[in-house]
């Protein structure tokens, strides 16, 4: 029987400069998953649009999809709410229900390092 040796979780001061050290020119690709023209859906674009172009100009794509046109793509993302922003890009992939209002939040779920931003 070969011993492993036992993995070591990093400090979070490791964790924290990994973080500040990665490239700043992440490519991002999103998805908005939307329900027609309605205020929630509108609310959603509006607010994850203003983020992407505050926090990553020229770094995001964006892909709107409205399920009542494209209800196979809700399936294949095993989408169950409305609105939901899926992170494709970069890894790992995460899912936002709801209208994105609280833009520390997105940005954290996002891996948005805002700080280097600014």
């Known amino acids: 029987m070969e011993n492993k040796p036992e993995k070591t979780p990093k400090p979070e001061v490791d964790v924290f400069e990994e973080f500040l050290s990665r490239p700043p020119q992440e490519k991002y690709l999103l998805r908005l998953f939307i329900a027609g023209n309605t205020p929630n859906s509108n609310r959603a674009f509006n607010k994850i649009k203003n983020i992407c172009e505050e926090y990553l100009p020229g770094r995001y794509e964006l892909e709107v999809i409205d399920i009542y046109e494209q209800p196979e793509l809700m ?8 609105p939901t922003l899926v992170k494709k890009l970069p890894p790992p992939l995460q899912k936002f229900i709801g209208d994105l209002a609280n833009t520390e939040k997105v940005l954290l779920g996002l891996d948005i390092n805002y700080y280097r931003s600014n």
């Open 75 to 82: 399936e294949q993302e095993q989408i169950i709410a409305i």
